[in-house]
């Protein structure tokens, strides 16, 4: 530009036809790189949109989530272990249950022969408060009884060592004599 501002800069050799308050606008168009990444992006957001929202081949993001969901369900499913809740019998059962309640410190609540002390009741006699069938017993050992002080063991026996610890109870402890027991508490069951 020269100093009386009669010299116009050129680019592409033609500038703007139109002037507002003394300035002119040049012709200086994107580089032709960005041009590119402007039409590619067009494209893709029209294939996009004819893909999901035109033909609804694709699923879109709500429909996405519930499939997921569904498919975890069933993964879920095939991991989780069904149980029968049955009383054992088998020696071998209720040795490990005997173990157990050793182990986890059943008998600091209910007495080393489960007669029962100042926290725990006694587990001998047919006084029960939460039933004496093996669901009751299992669902009890299982998920505990937090206002009783009775601690949930979900979370450190598999259900198939509840189900031992429930079968000892049952086969071994009710119905034995053992010195000292509990008075009797809950209802007669037999």
């Known amino acids: ?4 501002n009669t010299e116009e800069v050129k680019y592409d050799g033609k500038p703007m036809e139109h002037e507002f308050d003394g300035i002119k606008e ?6 032709p ?21 035109v033909s609804g081949a694709g699923d879109l993001q709500e429909a996405e989530y519930l499939n997921e969901m569904k498919q975890a369900e069933k993964d ?33 609540c209910h007495g080393k022969h489960g007669e029962g002390n100042a926290i725990g009741p006694n587990l001998t006699d047919n006084y029960w408060l939460h039933g004496a069938d093996v669901k009751s017993v299992f669902n009890v050992v299982k998920n505990g009884v937090p206002t009783k002080g009775m601690t949930p063991f979900k979370g450190q026996l598999s259900d198939d060592k509840i189900l ?7 086969l071994k402890l009710k119905g034995s004599n053992p010195e000292n027991p ?9």
């Open 164 to 170: 031992q610890l429930s079968s000892f109870v049952l």
């Open 26 to 31: 040049l012709n200086n168009p994107p580089p």
């Open 182 to 190: 509990k008075d009797p508490q809950g209802v007669l069951v037999n």
């Open 1 to 4: 530009m020269s100093k009386n």
């Open 33 to 53: 790189w960005l041009m590119y990444m402007f039409y590619i992006t067009v494209g893709i957001s029209i294939i996009y949109w004819i893909y999901y929202h």
């Open 76 to 108: 879920i499913s095939k991991n989780v272990k069904t149980i029968e809740i049955v009383l054992l019998n088998d020696e071998a059962s209720i040795a490990a249950g005997e173990a157990l309640f050793t182990e986890k410190g059943c008998t600091a």
